[in-house]
Antibody
Framework: QVQLVESGGGLVKPGGSLRLSCAAS????????MSWIRQAPGKGLEWISY????????NYADSVRGRFTISRDNANSSLYLQLKSLRAEDTALYFC?????????????WGPGTLVTVSS | DIQMTQSPSTLSASVGDRVTITCRAS??????LAWYQQKPGKAPKLLIH???TLESGVPSRFSGSGSGTEFTLTISGLQPDDFATYYC?????????FGQGTKVEIK
């Protein structure tokens, strides 16, 4: 069955960096587009970034563009999100999700999330 | 950027009620709209895509309708398992926006 498991979250100071990982299994990872979505404590969902199967197409939300970098390793069925210049407002549960629909993305499988806390 | 507005923010209902949640887009999105259910401490679950297409395994009491700028999610005969927060999501070429969510509470 499809499984997505995020890791790499933790407590980081403002201005700091963190790298999140998402290990995928149960499907052909290299054929699928993937995405990161976050949810601040007690708040709604915010789409962050999207990467095509070959990494050719990448897009970011304006709130993270220039600070976050999405990447993937198809050989190891892994998705990554590099977070830099972190701010308090980046504190959230970060989900990785499989995209269904290619360039018209909906998210049919999600991981349980990894918590990032930005605080001094 | 296209904005998505859900209403109401909170809805109190009883088991067996028919419940309707509305999602409005700031400009036409055709039928590029999905609905998700999220329970506390869990990841969201995709219920409906393309405005009205039910995901496999989702109970038929859930239905979606609409096109253009106005969409609805209807739960016909609310069940105890349906008390959750529901999000709409618009999607077009490589771009996504979620609505702010509607919490369905027990009355």
């Amino acid at each position: 069955q499809v499984q997505l498991v995020e890791s790499g979250g933790g407590l980081v100071k403002p201005g700091g960096s963190l790298r999140l990982s998402c290990a995928a299994s149960g499907f052909s990872f290299s054929d699928e587009y993937m995405s990161w979505i976050r949810q601040a404590p007690g708040k709604g969902l915010e789409w962050i970034s999207y990467i095509s199967s070959s990494s050719y197409y990448i897009n970011y939300a304006d709130s993270v563009r220039g600070r976050f970098t999405i990447s993937r390793d198809n050989a190891n069925s892994s998705l990554y999100l590099q977070l830099k210049s972190l701010r308090a407002e980046d504190t959230a549960l970060y989900f990785c999700a499989r995209v269904r629909g290619g360039s018209y993305p909906t998210f049919d499988f999600w991981g349980p999330g990894t918590l990032v806390t930005v605080s001094s | 950027d296209i904005q998505m507005t859900q209403s109401p923010s909170t809805l109190s209902a009883s088991v067996g009620d028919r419940v309707t949640i509305t999602c409005r887009a700031s400009q036409s999105i055709s039928t590029w709209l999905a609905w998700y259910q999220q329970k506390p401490g869990k990841a969201p679950k995709l219920l409906i895509h393309k405005a009205s297409t039910l995901e496999s395994g989702v109970p038929s009491r859930f239905s979606g309708s609409g096109s253009g700028t106005e969409f609805t999610l209807t739960i016909s005969g609310l069940q105890p398992d349906d008390f959750a927060t529901y999000y709409c999501q618009r999607y077009n070429t490589y771009s996504v926006t979620f609505g702010q969510g509607t919490k369905v509470e027990i009355k």
